[in-house]
């Protein structure tokens, strides 16, 4: 493999160019809830509202427009479980090149057919990440398509790196900037741009506790940020960002399902985990930097219904907004329109009531209730169950 080098700021500069008017220029959003919070202002460059909605596309796009014309007609490949296999599909039909995005398995429906829609040809018999990695660079050895690499690339960094340009324009206040680090090319081209233009300002990076490799964690495991769950980051990209970045902290689901849910809530942002892991490390108060402005990059806003469904479901118990709660009533009529009563008179909503009865240790005469209630806060929970203690009932609350 031939030795690679950091790109420069001329070669961000020129990354810009070419994708001028193809890319978007994304806009950076102020947040008062989110400075309220923190204590400090907060300001959001949305890349989550990219084309093909994460920051992909801008190395994807570099890089084919980077390609000779024989290049460009033997068509590139890549393999990827997600939005790097959308931003080279959706580049290459731009540029009217093919494209064969070889996939998982396992890899998200949604994310299968967004990257065909793209019009990519799709090969998704690999067990593996890694098994797709290596049938993408068969590929590209015995047709001449060239391999796009999602991270570890000169051009592909440097089209990440045009983020970085556009906050020494769009933010020149900023203090701190907050970064997501999977692979690295993201953390790599913008701390390249920054470090050359503003070089007084702290970056920050962030990796799921889960798969922190940067961090110096060398466990692996499942996250909800699977766009940042890079077991292997880059040489070229870890040794850029190892010298570039003041610091790579860790954040934890909990903390990735909280930040999600209150970007959607607060700023009305939707981000998938990898998009709001800067968030949460800033809300989890690790970024450091004093209480200057910071810049939080929200990477992606790719995620799947299903997981966002869950995630929401989970945050907003967490924070004390769904109260499943279960007690025992009378088997009599009216004992239920009595318990629903109290709630009611409580201000509480109630979602769903399930009986039983069967496989219970009750008396005959009784039936257990499990109600899933919607709440303001957990200081709203603890007055219903105070409440229901006070009449009488005995509630067990489950989550």
């Not at 090319?185 to 470090?195: D, E, M, Q, Y």
């Not at 809300?283 to 799947?304: C, M, Q, Y």
Request: include cysteine; charged fraction near 20%; proline fraction near 4%.
């Amino acid at each position: 493999m031939p030795t690679r080098t950091a790109p420069t700021l001329a070669d961000i500069e020129a990354a810009r160019a070419r994708i001028d008017g193809i890319a978007r220029v994304t806009p950076v959003f102020g947040s008062e809830t989110l400075s309220r919070m923190t204590g400090r202002p907060v300001l959001l460059k949305a890349e989550n509202l990219q084309r093909t909605g994460s920051f992909k596309v801008r190395g994807a796009v570099n890089k084919i427009h980077s390609l000779s014309e024989a290049e460009r007609a033997a068509g590139v490949v890549a393999a990827t479980a997600g939005n790097h296999g959308q931003a080279v599909a959706w580049a290459a039909r731009e540029a009217q090149i093919a494209a064969t995005i070889f996939m998982p398995r396992d890899t998200p429906m949604a994310k299968v057919e967004a990257t065909r829609t793209y019009g990519a040809r799709i090969e998704s018999d690999a067990q593996t990440l890694e098994a797709a990695f290596e049938a993408a660079l068969e590929f590209a050895g015995s047709t001449g398509a060239s391999f796009l690499h999602g991270f570890e690339d000169e051009q592909v960094i440097a089209g990440q790196g045009t983020i970085g340009l556009e906050l020494a324009e769009q933010v020149p206040e900023t203090g701190t900037v907050v970064i997501p680090v999977g692979g690295g090319g993201l953390a790599a081209g913008v701390a390249i741009a920054l470090r050359a233009l503003r070089p007084g300002l702290r970056l920050v990076g962030v990796q799921a506790e889960a798969c922190a490799p940067l961090a110096g964690r060398t466990a692996h495991g499942y996250t909800i940020a699977e766009g940042i769950a890079v077991k292997n980051p880059g040489a070229l990209t870890s040794s850029i960002v190892r010298e570039r970045l003041d610091d790579i902290v860790t954040v934890s689901d909990e903390e990735i399902s909280a930040a999600i849910v209150l970007l959607v809530e607060r700023t009305k942002l939707l981000v998938e985990g990898a998009g709001a892991a800067g968030a949460a490390a800033l809300l989890a108060a690790r970024v450091g930097g004093g209480e200057g402005p910071v810049t939080v990059i929200l990477s992606g806003g790719n995620i799947d219904a299903t997981l966002l469904i869950t995630v929401m479901r989970h945050g907003l118990t967490v924070a004390g907004r769904y109260l499943v709660v279960r007690t025992r009533i009378s088997d009599r009529p009216g004992a239920l329109a009595k318990l629903l009563n109290l709630i009611a008179e409580e201000r509480v909503s109630v979602v769903s009531v399930d009986h039983h009865r069967e496989g219970m240790a009750l008396s005959i005469a009784d039936t257990e209730v499990a109600l899933t209630l919607v709440t303001r806060d957990e200081d709203h929970c603890a007055a219903l169950l105070e409440a229901m203690r006070r009449g009488g009932y005995s509630p067990e609350r489950l989550r």
